[in-house]
DNA sequence: CGGAACATTGATAGAGCTCAAGGAACGTGG
DNA sequence: CCACGTTCCTTGAGCTCTATCAATGTTCCG
């Protein structure tokens, strides 16, 4: 059964911008159906010219790039409310692959209407381009974290940063929030060996900062690791839903 | 005396997308001015919240962010065409900051029409986003760039990079493009101490693959060095004109 | 000529990588 | 119910790459 976009639950959260009822009935026009796929799978392949386009309803995921030789670079997380494939959108392929951690519920879009999304409603044209400006940002804050902070630094960065996100989703409880990801993720995330991840992230243990097991991150003292991250974490902004 | 849009000199080069009667009276009447700036001048701050947007007509700059410590990231460079300001457009203030390297000369919009120009040049608004798509799209490989290589493979991937946009703006002569930043730019860029981006700059002369003076780079292997970038090097493509 | 900005080079130290091994948790099949 | 394989996490040792420190060279300009 198909979520309604009037009842979407994500519509219930505060980070997201409400539509009226004029957008609101654009976009389940646009809606073309729902997508459930298993832990693992591949949304969208680099490369790949995707008919469709995609929201994230529920579950999480990993944008990455895959270099020549297998290594790979994580781009960013996928949470609910992500929009993916922009690029092949806009661009005609994508520039990196989406795989899911967790199961993910996804909206699904048809890839040729977003022409006449610009044409008829530019306020969902302008939030798309937001959302593009968006994603630059935040690439350009984790550029300068890979290439100006060592270990400690980067991972602090990496966890307030995603701790935060999910508050603004209101999947946090207290100082706890999920985390399904692997080590090996936050690694390619974060441009550390797999060892040395796992020794810095025992550092900020014993440095009762926080802790990280069976799925769970808590954050101990926010403000001690905000202080390491050396880069204005700055509150996630409310945003359009697309 | 300010460049007519229809005599853009940027039109003439092929890498840039036509466009029709109609867009370019928009594009005349979108644009306020040209700005003529001295080099080592800065265009945006980081944090600001201006009332204009830019196109680069002429010389070269560099897009930063600055961390509170004072290290700093350089997010890409500036060229010809680049259109600047878009974050400010969208999202109300810039999250990096501009500064010319060389003397430029930029196209001036107001940003308060912006709006306008989504609701009226559907085209132009998806060229907009599509020029966020290609950043995003960048930035995304620099960051496997600085996440996963080391530092020959950061600086052959870089300034190769460098050399196909000179080249698709045709200031390309033989193997040889201007090149006008210091070797502290090239390291704040690439994540590497200055000394360590010296003595890379000079195993790479070395190996007789390039050479860096006097403000040219000379690529005398091209094949070569993307052969260690070990990432595809796509070519530029085609691309509006903002 | 003196000073400033940038490039170059050598020496040393340390952050992070690789290799290697072992442990914990979990599922599967006998 | 146990043996076994798989996946992921953990830990130690040694080595490499890159950072830092320090000094010198070069060019340009007032």
Known sequence: MVTNCA???????????????DELAYMQRFKHGELKIDSQSTVLM???????????????GLRYKTLEDGRRQVVNFVLPGDFIGLQAGVMGEMKHSVEATTPMVLC???????????????????????????????LGEALATLGQMDAIERM????IRFFMRCESLGLVDGDRCPFPYRQQDLADTLGLSLVHTNKTL???RQRQLLS???GILTLHDPEALKELAALEIEPVVQRPLI
Chains 1, 2 share one sequence.
């Open 202 to 204: 025992m550092k900020l």
């Open 156 to 159: 602090s960065w990496g966890l």
């Open 108 to 138: 699904v879009f048809d890839r040729s209407e977003l022409w006449s999304l610009f044409k008829t409603q530019p306020e969902r044209a302008f939030d798309l381009t937001w959302a593009a400006a968006i994603e630059e940002h935040f």
């Open 46 to 60: 680099e490369g790949s010219n995707s008919p469709q386009l995609f929201t994230a309803l529920k579950g999480m």
């Open 212 to 214: 990280l097991e069976a």
């Open 7 to 21: 009842n979407c639950p994500l519509r219930k959260i505060d980070v997201f911008k409400d539509l009226d009822r």
